[in-house]
Nanobody, 127 residues
Framework: QVQLVESGGGSVPAGGSLSVSCAAS????????MAWFRQAPGKEREGVAA????????KYADSVQGRFTISHDNAKNTVSLQMNSLKPEDTAMYYC????????????????????WGQGTQVNVSS
């Protein structure tokens, strides 16, 4: 059983920056992709960014491309999301996720393809 624990988050004004991190333990070698999803009240969970744990491939939602950066530290088994130029519409609970499906199978931002989830960390962006 893979456990994912998020940290970071908080409240910032629009235009500000925040970073969220996720510590995974244990991390079987068969975990191929880690990602961040978010869910705002009354909205569906959406994929934000994903990263291949083996090859460094990344994928971003159009809404965050150029503003968010996902990174993975193999030695520390952590995945981080640096969020810049934050907008009020970025306000949501942010969840870390991990999956078995190989990177080449695609659908990296589809939540149904992920087996493991963290409890989430709240990000609030005020206008």
């Amino acid at each position: 059983q893979v456990q994912l624990v998020e940290s970071g988050g908080g409240s910032v004004p629009a235009g500000g920056s925040l970073s969220v991190s996720c510590a995974a333990s244990p991390v079987p070698s068969s975990i191929t992709t880690m990602a961040w999803f978010r869910q705002a009240p009354g909205k569906e969970r959406e994929g934000v960014a994903a990263i291949s744990t083996g090859g460094g491939g990344t994928k971003y939602a159009d809404s965050v491309q150029g503003r968010f950066t996902i990174s993975h530290d193999n030695a520390k088994n952590t995945v981080s999301l640096q969020m810049n130029s934050l907008k009020p519409e970025d306000t949501a609970m942010y969840y870390c996720a991990a999956r078995w499906a190989p990177w080449f199978t695609g659908r990296q931002l589809v939540f149904e393809t992920y087996e493991y989830w963290g409890q989430g960390t709240q990000v609030n962006v005020s206008s």
